[in-house]
Structure formats: structure tokens, C-alpha cells
């Protein structure tokens, strides 16, 4: 989808060392170790040096050989005229990973939602992709299997949202001439939210015009009060730049190129009260497993994707997903396009999954690869309602047992400036070798 502009031999040549957005040189970006695991039904599970990198947006980016932001607000138009210029006189810089309160070892990764500098709180909300080596991220193909984490979310309360998901991002994170930097410095973001960013598709989006769209599949966003997985189709492949209308925002929420809503599978707001939380059946006070598979009609790899299943494991036992249980929709414990439409029906929501493509348009992005992104994050604007609390009213309203004030950002900070989450073990393989299945 990048298009950059083609330089000539000899003005490439000329600029060759300085020709992008490209790796500051004040700060070397290391990435940290976060080790995973590939499985095989018949081979086990091997482990895999991957790595996480920060996205580029939480890196300071400045001019080349200077200390003036290229983009204090928005872009200073003397560094960043237009997006050939910006490229050749900005540079992102590499980061203390510590410092963004992002921890990792050996397999497991934790994210603190602040950062704390001197005795001074502040939000860091960060957001890091698995590498597979230094310049490209693992490329997780999910067909006709299943990927696996541990998770412990013992300390992200309501309004607080743990993230686990998957967006089809590039394999290099857009690099090219004009964004030497890549994936190495953690460009190249784009979800179903078709968010604004400083850099779309590689290139400065100099008055914040287009949107970064794609493909994006969250396999967990969660508290320790409630939990959701939910597929967001789009009717574009890979990232996508999008303007005006296409980006779905306001009142064009159902007229962009994605499914800004997806359809979700929350225990509480299917019935399940019970199910998920401090002390219920997967409970939340301590650490458990969360398998998703992805089930495909013909069983292959090639298939299209016809249903979606959770299993969670926790003391050693497995856990199946939690049932339905609201008047008029067929009792089920996965997800598939029936499910989908199903839900929207009775919770009276509009169906643009099924407008976007449904399964088939979420399976067909599962099948190119996308990328493993980490996040943690509150809502100053919405409070997280939509995930923990209730919003409107009817069958659906009500999804997680938090307050209609818990999501309030400023007393999060105040009340759990410790609030993180702790995502360990990560592994992809065939449907069953990911998980052990005792007692
Ligand atoms: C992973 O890293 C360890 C430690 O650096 C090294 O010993 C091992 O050979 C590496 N494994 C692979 C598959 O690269
Ligand atoms: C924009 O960048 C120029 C050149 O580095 C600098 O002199 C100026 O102070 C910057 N302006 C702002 C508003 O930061
Ligand atoms: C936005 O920036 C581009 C690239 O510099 C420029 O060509 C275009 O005219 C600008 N559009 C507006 C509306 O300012
Ligand atoms: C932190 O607070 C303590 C107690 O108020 C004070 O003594 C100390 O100097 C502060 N440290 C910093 C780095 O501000
Ligand atoms: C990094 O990984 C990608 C994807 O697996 C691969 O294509 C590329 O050759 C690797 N690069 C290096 C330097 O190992
Ligand atoms: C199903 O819903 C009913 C009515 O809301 C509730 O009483 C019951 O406990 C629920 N069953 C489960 C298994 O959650
Ligand atoms: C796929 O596998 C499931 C469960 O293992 C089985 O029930 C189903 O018949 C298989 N479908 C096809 C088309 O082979
Ligand atoms: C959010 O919490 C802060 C700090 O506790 C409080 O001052 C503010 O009034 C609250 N905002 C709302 C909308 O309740």
C-alpha cells in the first residue's frame, strides 16, 4: 500500500545517510528478549527468540543533529515542509524500555499503565509488537490453529485495559527510502479504529489528514472485571491510508472501510455474571491461560475461517468458555458468523461486521499474517464503558459489573498508579499442542 516517492540514483546516493525517518543516534534502541513458542501436535513446543519493540508514536522524534521536536503538537513546517524534507531531517530515537515502565524476561512481559519518574506519576499507557529479529516483526499466520498466553491481570481494575490483539500491519512496518527506521523503531501501527497517527504508511501525515486502517483482531482485552474477544474486519487489506470519509470518524462511524464496533464475545454481557472476575470461575486474582483457535471449514490452513473458540486454563485445569445465556440468542460457547449476527440483533446494534466481511474478511488477514501487539491502556474519553461497565440500555447494555465513574482516568491515576498487566508464555501452534489438557 506505501507508495513512496522514488528517489533517483544519484540523489539517494547523496543523501544515503540521512534520507528518512530514520534511527536517531542519541539513544541506541535495544530491544528486549520476550522468548515464545511455536507448537506441533506431534513435535512439542520449541522455543523462539523474539523481541518487542515500543511503537514509533512514544519516541521522541527530532531533527537530525539538533534537540527541536519535529513534531511538538503538530509538525513544525520549517523541519517538516512537506513529507520528502521531513524524512531526510527528522530521526526517531531509541528508548530506556525501563523508563515507559515495560519489563521483560525470558518469556514474560509486563506493562505498567504509569511511569514514575523522581516521585512524579504520569501515564504511559505503552504499546509494543513482537519482533521476529531486529528489522521485521513475527508474522503470526493463524489458520487452522491457535495462539496461547498467560496472562495476570490481577492489577488492572475497571477502566483499565490489558490488550493482547493482532493487526495487519507490514512485516517491515512500512520501511522504506522514506522511513529507514521501520519496524527496528516500531512504525508502521494501523487498527480497525483507523487511528491518526504522526506518520501514515511511512510518511509524515504533515496536517494529520489520513488515518492508519487494518485488519485487527483482538484476541484479549480485559480487567480483572471483565473481558472481551472480538474480531474488527475491514474491507481493505493490510495497512491501509485513509481520508475523509473512509476513516469512519463521528457520524461516519459505520461508513469507513472497518469495522470500528467488531463483534464480541464478553462473558458478562452474554449472561455469564459469574464467569469471569475476583473469586468466579476464571478468576482474575491470579494468573491463568487464554487459548483462542481459529477453526477453519475444511480444517486447513487455507480455509476460510468459520469459528472462533476460547479456552481459558487456570490451576491446571481446563476451562471451557462460558455459554450464553440471554432470552433469544442460541446458547453457544464460540463464535462464528450466526453468533455475529445473532448478537447484533438482540442487542439491537448495527451489524457492520457482517458489512465488512464477517469470518471470511477477518480469516483472509488471519491467513496473510499480522502482527502481536502488547497494550495497556484507560479511557479518558469513554471511561471503558463499553468493556466493563453498562452503556445504554436493553439486552447487551450491561457488560462488566463496574460503576459508571470507574473509568474516570484521573482517579485511576490517583487511586492504582500500579495498575499493569503481566503477559507471559506466548505461543502459536496446531489447534490442541498449545495447552495441556489434564485432569
Ligand atoms: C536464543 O538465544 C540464546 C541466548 O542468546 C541462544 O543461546 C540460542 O541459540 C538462541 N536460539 C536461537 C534459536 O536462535
Ligand atoms: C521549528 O524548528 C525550527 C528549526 O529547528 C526551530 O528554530 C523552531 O523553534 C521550531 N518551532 C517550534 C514552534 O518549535
Ligand atoms: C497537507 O499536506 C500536504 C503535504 O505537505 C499538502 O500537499 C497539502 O496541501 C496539505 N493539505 C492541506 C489541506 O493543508
Ligand atoms: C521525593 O520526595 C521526597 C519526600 O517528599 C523528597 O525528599 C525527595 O527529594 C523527592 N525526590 C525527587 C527526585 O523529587
Ligand atoms: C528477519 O525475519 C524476517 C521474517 O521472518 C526474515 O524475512 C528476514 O530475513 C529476517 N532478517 C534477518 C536480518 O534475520
Ligand atoms: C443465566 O441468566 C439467568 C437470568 O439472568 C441467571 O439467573 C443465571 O444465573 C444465568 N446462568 C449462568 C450460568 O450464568
Ligand atoms: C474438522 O474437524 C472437526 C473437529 O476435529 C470435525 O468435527 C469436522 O468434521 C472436520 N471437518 C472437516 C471438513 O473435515
Ligand atoms: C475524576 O476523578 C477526579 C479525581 O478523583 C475528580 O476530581 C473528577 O471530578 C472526576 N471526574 C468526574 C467526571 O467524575
Known sequence: MASSRKLGLAASLLIASAAAQ????YTPEVHPTLISEEC????????VNTSVVLDANYRWLHNVGGY?????????????PDVETCAKNCALEGVDYASYGIKAEGDTLTLNLFKTEGNVTSMSSPRVYLLANDTAYDMFQLLNREI???VDISKGGCGVNGALYLSEMSATGGASDLNTAGAAYGTGYCDAQCPKQKFVNGKAN??????????EMDLWEANNA???YTPHPCSISGPYQCSDLECGAGDNRY???CDEDGCDFNPYRNGAKDYYGPGKTVDTTKKFTVVTQFLTSDNTTTGTLSEIRRVYVQDGKVIQNSNTNVTGLAVVNAMDDEYCTNTKEVFAATDDFKKKGGMKQMGDALGRGMVLVFSIWDDAGGGMLWLDSTTGEGPGSERGPCSLTSGNATAIM???PDAAVTFSNVKTGDIGSTFGKSE
Request: charged content about 10%.
Open 22 to 25: 530514520q534511527p536517531g543516534a
Open 40 to 47: 506441533t501436535t506431534s513435535g512439542g513446543c520449541v522455543k
Open 68 to 80: 527541536d521536536n519535529c513534531a511538538p503538537q503538530s509538525f513544525n513546517s520549517t523541519i517538516c
Open 148 to 150: 496461547t498466553f498467560d
Open 206 to 215: 504533515l496536517n494529520n489528514t489520513y488515518g492508519a486502517c487494518c485488519n
Open 226 to 228: 471483565a473481558t472481551a
Open 255 to 257: 461508513g469507513g472501510v
Open 414 to 416: 490517583e487511586q492504582f
